[in-house]
């Protein structure tokens, strides 16, 4: 397996691409990179990044309604509000292993034992049909 090239960029060349951006000669990042076959996506904008251009870096605008804007803030909302109840359905199942725990080591009892106990009483509870 041979190992792979590291290419090295000068200040010249990083300078000249980065001013062929501004002047226009390239619509992105990504056209320059091609028309100098600049591997990778992340290259010229690190290069825009480090000689303080990000104003040549596209941007993202969102527009949104006013109604998405209200659904969004609803379901953030909705979003807060399950995970207290997943928390608090999380404490008190956490208290109940604790109270069986307590009851348990007062009986005398291992948990599971107490488990199979509950399971087979629960099966053969009065009035309901048994095998046979």
Do not use: N
């Not at 591997?39 to 690190?46: F, V, Y």
């Not at 956490?94 to 099966?123: H, I, N, P, W």
């Amino acid at each position: 397996m041979q190992a792979k090239a590291t290419i090295r960029y000068s200040e010249a060349f990083k300078q000249q691409v980065i001013s062929e951006l501004e002047q226009g000669k390239f619509a992105s990042a990504g056209a320059a990179a091609r028309a100098y076959q600049i591997p990778g996506t992340r290259t010229i904008p690190g290069w825009l990044r480090k000689y303080g251009r990000s104003d040549l870096m596209p941007r993202r605008v969102t527009i949104t309604t006013m109604k998405e804007e209200d659904e969004t803030s609803a379901l953030k909302q909705r979003v807060r509000q399950l995970e207290k109840a997943l928390s608090d359905t999380h404490m008190k199942e956490l208290l109940g292993s604790a109270y069986l725990e307590m009851a348990c080591e007062q009986l005398g009892l291992e948990v599971d034992e107490f488990k199979k106990k509950a399971a087979t009483g629960r099966s053969a509870a009065p009035g309901s049909k048994g095998p046979g």
